[in-house]
């Protein structure tokens, strides 16, 4: 046996002690401090949609370095379409009254809740946290104690803040049409009334065209010429060829959180006619017509098997989200579930074959007055860019806002509120 072998591993350690023990000192130093500045952070990163975004930069301060904005950089929704009808039946059913409840309000209380579990839903919780504000308690006492209540407001409320509110909406009456003001659901279902689809909750599946990633958005399956709608009321900020999405269109809201994605459209006749990039569409217009091309660089091809719509809803806080790895996109399948109770109504023009809403809505979230969609006389233009001074104001309804129904709505089936 060599003698000399544990003195020597001894001094070994002994070394490599001291060593880190330097290194450890270096990165308590200012010199550390420089290396480990240069050193990026990792994080998750986003799969890349079927809109094929590019990477968006963040904004930097005038050091140089990159500036930490304070924004949401993820959201989960999983709120289901039987809390959502809940909700907003409480937020209608109060909204002339001493205390009107807020839907989306009620939802961030149970989200924060529940850690946005919405499996734990009980209809009871709801119950409970309408009534005490309807006795008189503050949502603003009652989640004090909350952390993340806020965080669940703002999110719920990039998602659904559009879709409720006071508008006023075209009926059939006695002598032709009337124009009523109400106070409900203002947003629509993607795919017109009457025209069958079907659907299931595919946020998440795996889709290999290109690269391996996750299908963020919903397929609704239907039959190739379907009039598809807007579900709310936004510019058109993308129309156009992608190789993922075929012929698509990204129309964002007003508010610029939402951006709602319609892909795979018709072959040869993807859009209607009256829409380019930056139109005005207000939600219920008819935007295109359901197809099945997408998958190929080679603009107007139909590879897709089964024709169907992609529809998506991408969440916006910062521009820096809008492309890229740091993309919000949510699983709408529970809110299409929701908006299938208000379906636009809709009617061919046999000599264009194209598609129009049959009543019209005035929606004030829409700059610069109301737009009409409705087929034009021979002396009109055939758009939907119609202004206020062309049709005039609607007049206000001699009667309060009126109670939205649950099912797929008509202006006959309305009820009184």
């Given at each position: 046996m060599d003698i000399n072998r544990p003195p020597q591993l001894i001094k070994l350690v002994i070394a490599l002690e001291c060593v880190l023990l330097a290194a450890f000192l270096i990165l308590l130093s200012p010199v550390g401090t420089i290396i480990s500045d240069s050193v990026p952070a990792s994080g998750l990163t986003a799969e890349e949609g079927e809109n094929g975004g590019e990477q968006g930069s963040g904004g930097e301060d005038g050091d140089g370095k990159e500036e930490e904005k304070d924004f949401i950089k993820w959201v989960d929704f999983q709120v289901t379409?039987?809390?959502?009808?809940?909700?907003?039946?409480?937020?209608?059913?109060?909204?002339?009254?001493?205390?009107?409840?807020?839907?989306?309000?009620?939802?961030?209380?149970?989200?924060?809740?529940?850690?946005?579990?919405?499996?734990?839903?009980?209809?009871?919780?709801?119950?409970k946290i309408a009534g005490r504000l309807l006795d008189g308690e503050k949502m603003e006492d009652i989640t004090g104690d909350m952390k993340y209540y806020s965080y669940y407001l703002q999110a719920y409320g990039a998602v659904l803040g559009g879709m409720v509110g006071e508008f006023q909406e075209e009926i059939s009456g006695e002598d032709g049409p009337v124009w009523v003001t109400k106070y409900g659901l203002k947003a629509f279902s993607p795919i017109a009334k009457?025209?069958?689809?079907?659907?299931?909750?595919?946020?998440?599946?795996?889709?290999?065209?290109?690269?391996?990633?996750?299908?963020?958005?919903?397929?609704?399956?239907?039959?190739?010429?379907?009039?598809?709608?807007?579900?709310e009321s936004g510019y058109v900020e993308a129309i156009g060829w992608n190789q993922y999405g075929g012929w698509r269109l990204g129309i964002r809201s007003f508010d610029k959180k939402r951006y709602y994605y319609y892909a795979h459209l018709r072959k040869n006749y993807p859009y209607h006619k009256s829409l380019k990039e930056g139109s005005v569409v207000q939600a219920g217009d008819v935007i295109g017509y359901l197809g099945r091309t997408g998958y190929s660089r080679t603009e107007n091809t139909n590879n897709i098997d089964d024709p169907h719509?992609?529809?998506?809803?991408?969440?916006?806080?910062?521009?820096?989200?809008?492309?890229?790895?740091?993309?919000?996109?949510?699983?709408?399948?529970?809110?299409v579930k929701f908006l299938a109770m208000n379906r636009s109504?809709?009617?061919?023009?046999?000599?264009?074959?194209?598609?129009?809403?049959?009543?019209?809505?005035?929606?004030?979230?829409?700059?610069?007055?109301?737009?009409?969609?409705?087929?034009?006389?021979?002396?009109?233009?055939?758009?939907?860019?119609?202004?206020?001074?062309?049709?005039?104001?609607?007049?206000?309804?001699?009667?309060?806002?009126?109670?939205?129904?649950?099912?797929?709505r008509s202006p006959e089936s309305s009820e009184a509120g």
């Open positions: 379409k039987e809390a959502m009808q809940k909700a907003f039946r409480y937020d209608v059913d109060t909204c002339q009254a001493q205390v009107h409840l807020n839907w989306i309000e009620l939802l961030a209380y149970l989200g924060a809740r529940y850690g946005g579990d919405f499996s734990k839903y009980k209809a009871a919780d709801m119950e009457n025209y069958p689809y079907q659907d299931y909750d595919d946020f998440g599946a795996a889709r290999n065209y290109g690269f391996k990633r996750q299908h963020l958005g919903h397929d609704m399956m239907g039959q190739v010429g379907t009039p598809v709608i807007c579900v719509l992609h529809f998506g809803i991408q969440l916006i806080f910062d521009e820096s989200q809008k492309e890229g790895n740091h993309e919000i996109w949510i699983n709408c399948y529970e809110i109504e809709t009617v061919k023009n046999q000599e264009t074959k194209e598609y129009y809403r049959v009543y019209q809505m005035v929606d004030p979230a829409v700059p610069g007055g109301p737009r009409q969609q409705k087929i034009p006389t021979q002396s009109e233009p055939e758009t939907s860019q119609v202004s206020e001074s062309e049709t005039g104001q609607p007049p206000e309804s001699e009667t309060g806002p009126t109670l939205e129904s649950e099912t797929d």
